[in-house]
């Protein structure tokens, strides 16, 4: 589904009113938003391979949401530290932290043997915004949960009479579609794991070939 298609289940389920165009768009996309910030879902996984190992600031991508890890060429995982403990692990080449403020992240410790090498930062990202004919990064099947929880955001809104508020009826179908995508996403992630590493085994030095 598009976002055109998803604004006309949108206004089947608010009783056909057609709301403001943008207003509708703006909203669209806050419930977007809304629900890919409820987890770390499998399908906003991407990975950045623009830069390279050195002591100096490294922008973050441009649609960056949250971290996940970071490694450089083929070696060892590095440890992410909080930002407020950078002093503390200044020596230390094995870590990385994020500078938010700033839109950026360093690598601490000294760098020179891995200079030039790439660092691969795995990540979240934060999707483009939908329009009229762009669609939803995940499935079709579970396009309708945008429709679901924009009618869901407008009547928390909306002043009009109760008996065409938010329906337990409507909330169930929500709740049935958002749990089927929670469950899709979690067996995406077991199939992953069951041929994969831990990070603890990573650190370690086993190799995918153990």
Same mark, same amino acid.
């Given at each position: 589904?598009? =976002?055109?298609?998803?604004?006309?289940? #949108?206004?089947?389920? %608010?009783?056909?009113?057609?709301?403001?165009?943008?207003?509708?768009?703006?909203?669209?996309?806050?419930?977007? +938003?809304? %629900?890919?910030?409820?987890?770390?879902? $499998?399908?906003?996984?991407?990975? &950045?391979?623009?830069?390279?190992?050195?002591?100096?600031?490294?922008?973050?991508?441009? &649609?960056?949401?949250?971290?996940?890890?970071?490694? %450089?060429?083929?070696?060892?995982?590095?440890? !992410?530290?909080? #930002? $407020? !403990?950078?002093?503390? #692990?200044?020596?230390?080449?094995?870590?990385?932290? %994020?500078?938010?403020?700033?839109?950026?992240?360093? *690598?601490?410790?000294?760098?020179?043997?891995?200079?030039?090498?790439?660092?691969?930062?795995?990540? *979240?990202?934060?999707?483009?915004?939908?329009?009229? @004919?762009?669609?939803?990064?995940?499935?079709?099947?579970?396009?309708?949960?945008?429709?679901?929880?924009? @009618?869901?955001?407008?009547?928390?809104?909306?002043?009009?009479?109760?008996?065409?508020?938010?329906?337990? $009826?409507?909330?169930?179908?929500?709740?049935?579609?958002?749990?089927?995508?929670?469950?899709? &996403? $979690?067996?995406?992630?077991?199939?992953?794991?069951?041929? =994969?590493? +831990?990070?603890?085994?990573?650190?370690? =030095?086993?190799?995918?070939? !153990?």
């Amino acid at each position: 589904m598009n =976002g055109s298609a998803i604004r006309t289940m #949108f206004h089947g389920l %608010i009783d056909n009113d057609e709301l403001d165009v943008d207003f509708e768009y703006t909203l669209m996309n806050a419930a977007r +938003q809304e %629900i890919e910030a409820f987890k770390d879902w $499998e399908i906003l996984k991407k990975r &950045d391979t623009s830069q390279t190992a050195s002591s100096a600031a490294k922008t973050l991508p441009t &649609d960056f949401f949250l971290p996940i890890y970071l490694y %450089i060429s083929t070696t060892q995982p590095l440890s !992410q530290i909080p #930002f $407020e !403990q950078q002093d503390i #692990f200044d020596t230390n080449s094995r870590c990385w932290y %994020i500078d938010l403020p700033n839109n950026s992240y360093y *690598l601490l410790g000294d760098q020179t043997a891995n200079a030039g090498k790439t660092i691969n930062f795995i990540y *979240l990202y934060s999707p483009s915004d939908i329009a009229a @004919a762009t669609s939803p990064v995940w499935p079709v099947t579970f396009h309708p949960l945008l429709a679901y929880q924009m @009618a869901k955001m407008f009547y928390a809104a909306d002043q009009t009479e109760r008996n065409f508020s938010w329906s337990p $009826e409507m909330d169930a179908a929500y709740k049935t579609l958002f749990n089927a995508m929670v469950n899709w &996403d $979690e067996r995406l992630k077991k199939r992953a794991k069951e041929n =994969g590493l +831990q990070i603890s085994d990573i650190n370690s =030095g086993v190799g995918y070939d !153990q």
